[in-house]
């Protein structure tokens, strides 16, 4: 689980980037959730559930800065999208994580799994396809440096 594949890169550096980190946030709480040796992890959760939230935040604020840009299509769309997953990722019940670790982390890492690799699948690599219709490759370019 949130390991990366080739078939999810939109070819923009910086959004690639991006969502990889995001597979190792997931990772880490995937990491620590199948660790039954620690008695008491919560704290370790709730951090690594505030980094979900805060990288999450920054990831789209700048992803949505590159569709505006560009003047993305789908921009509207996506902004709707991600502000959906910002509410419920911000919206996590922490006492129900608290209670029931184990089986409520991985709940959750089986939402954001799904919703990442199908938001990245269905909606970013389009972004993909607008971009080369504009022919920006350079763009690409520059964000590979």
Not at 52 to 68: G, N, P, Q, R, S
Request: overall charge negative; glycine content about 4%; hydrophobic content about 35%.
């Amino acid at each position: 689980m949130f390991d990366w594949k080739d078939e999810y890169s939109c070819g923009i550096k910086r959004i690639d980037d991006e969502h990889k980190r995001l597979f190792e946030i997931g990772r880490s709480i995937y990491d620590l959730a199948i660790n039954e040796n620690r008695a008491d992890y919560f704290g370790e959760i709730l951090n690594l559930v505030d980094d979900l939230k805060e990288y999450t935040v920054y990831h789209f604020e700048d992803e949505e800065k590159i569709m505006e840009m560009y003047d993305y299509p789908g921009y509207r769309e996506q902004k709707k999208v991600h502000d959906k997953f910002v509410e419920k990722i911000q919206n996590l019940d922490l006492e129900e994580i608290d209670e029931n670790k184990q089986e409520a982390v991985l709940k959750l890492l089986d939402f954001v799994y799904n919703w990442i690799t199908g938001h990245i699948i269905g909606m970013d690599l389009k972004i993909k396809d607008y971009f080369e219709s504009l022919k920006l490759s350079q763009f690409m370019k520059k964000e590979e440096r």
